[in-house]
């Protein structure tokens, strides 16, 4: 049994990691300022699925599984003192760090978010390594990036798991070998602030010697996990607005409330995915196999296929009847994009992935349909755009 840390435990990963690792048998406390329903609120959004409050949340646990999941609510980028102080009494044995403003389209709306992104995605997790290293204490930290920071490109080249190895010529037929983090290419603010994330973990593990594992997670779809299954209450989030609803969980909705698919320009866009049910697995498997303490961080792809959106938007379409509409692209992004990715780690550590073709029709039965009367049409739309003199467009990808 480990003692773990969630920090972003109530979000749309967090909820059903932090049930996946209490249910087999880890002591587990989430560690939540709740900002994610607060945004909720300022947008006038709200998750497809009626999700319960912490306290109902927890008590709903308690009562389906007799096991408790504890729970602080702090703010990781601002209440330094306080989330150190709960490090120094918990001294968990892994900290897994879900904690950041994760909606490229929020990141790019006006100079207010940009700042938002960046001081609290940078401020949470500096301030956890700084704690760490201050207190001197050693837990294995667990850390959610993103497929993102790659960037895409159309030359066909599958993208590593870890440190690059590149050779740089000399002057005299002398060639240089450096391991180096691979170039990032963010897309949004939001992305920037994972890229930059990269380059604190660097830092720490080779400074401090800190045991991390940086996940490079693709876009996530799903709902509901073999936990949150347990009881209505235990319901995980699902959004569908036009800044927070990733682009297949968008086209459920759209297809169970008889709206078109919108597609972003011709579709061409290639992206990775990966369920729910396989985050939290994944989740598991890097909270059991911590890295060794080797100066370097822990770098693994966590994502399970790859598809266009056009390819998506024509599988909702074939499973539920919809139409599509091809609409402008709000996002400042290449129109067609190849992409291939090495996700060797995970399934050789045993992952056996749920693929769209086999999890599609569950999810939209069971919640795009059953809950297609809560949602908010007007908040489909992504009015959110890229540069300030781009109209907005309707939809978005992650
Ligand atoms: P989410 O917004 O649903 O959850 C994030 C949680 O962190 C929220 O509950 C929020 O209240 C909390 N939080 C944010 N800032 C905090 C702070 N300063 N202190 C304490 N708590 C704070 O997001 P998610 O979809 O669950 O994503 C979790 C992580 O996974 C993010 O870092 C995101 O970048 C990454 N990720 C998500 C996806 C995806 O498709 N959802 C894909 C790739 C990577």
């Known amino acids: ?43 006038g959004a709200n998750s497809l699925t009626p999700i319960q409050s912490m306290e109902t949340r927890l008590t709903a646990w308690k009562e389906a599984t007799g096991k408790t999941i504890a729970f602080e609510k702090i703010d990781v980028a601002v209440e330094y003192d306080r989330f150190e102080a709960l490090l120094d009494q918990q001294k968990p044995d892994t900290v897994i760090h879900f904690g950041e403003q994760r909606a490229a389209p929020y990141s790019m709306k006006g100079a207010t978010e940009k700042r938002f992104t960046v001081d609290n995605n940078i401020g949470a997790t500096h301030n956890l390594l700084a704690a760490v290293t201050s207190l001197g204490i050693d837990p294995h930290i667990v850390h959610l990036g993103t497929m993102g920071v790659y960037g895409y490109d159309d ?85 569908y607005d036009g800044d927070y609803g990733t682009v297949l969980n968008r086209f459920l909705m759209q297809s169970a409330v008889g709206h078109p ?47 266009t959106v056009r390819n998506l938007a024509e599988l909702v379409a074939k499973a539920s009847g919809a139409t599509i509409a091809n609409v402008d692209n709000p996002r400042n992004e290449a129109a067609e994009n190849g992409l291939r990715v090495s996700n060797k780690t995970f399934i050789s550590l045993g992952l056996k992935p749920i693929t769209l073709a086999e999890g599609l029709l569950e999810e939209t039965q069971q ?21 300030d003199n781009q109209a907005p467009g309707v939809v978005q990808l992650d």
């Open 261 to 307: 698919l919108t597609v972003h320009g011709t579709g061409g866009q290639t992206r990775a995915f990966i369920h729910i049910q396989d985050t939290v697995k994944c989740l598991a498997l890097a909270v059991m196999n911590p890295p060794e303490r080797t100066g370097k961080v822990k770098i693994l792809n966590q994502m399970t296929e790859t598809h």
């Open 1 to 43: 049994m480990k003692k773990i840390m969630i920090i972003g435990g109530d979000g749309f990963c967090g909820w059903p990691t932090a049930l996946h690792l209490s249910q087999m048998g880890n002591d587990v406390t989430i560690v939540d300022n709740l900002s994610r329903r607060s945004i909720d609120e300022e947008l």
């Open 155 to 239: 030359d066909g080249m599958e993208i590593p798991e870890g440190y690059l190895k590149v050779y740089i010529p000399g002057d005299e037929k002398q060639i240089y070998q450096r391991d180096i983090l691979y170039p990032t290419n963010p897309g949004s603010v939001y992305h920037m602030t994972k890229s930059m994330d990269q380059l604190l973990f660097q830092f720490y593990a080779k400074n401090d010697r800190l045991r991390i594992t940086d996940l490079h997670q693709g876009i996530v779809w799903g709902t509901q996990t073999d936990e949150t299954k347990l009881d209505d209450r235990l319901m995980n989030r699902f959004d």
């Open 367 to 387: 919640i795009a349909q059953r809950f297609a009367d809560r949602c908010r049409m007007d908040m489909i739309p992504c009015v959110s755009t890229w540069t």
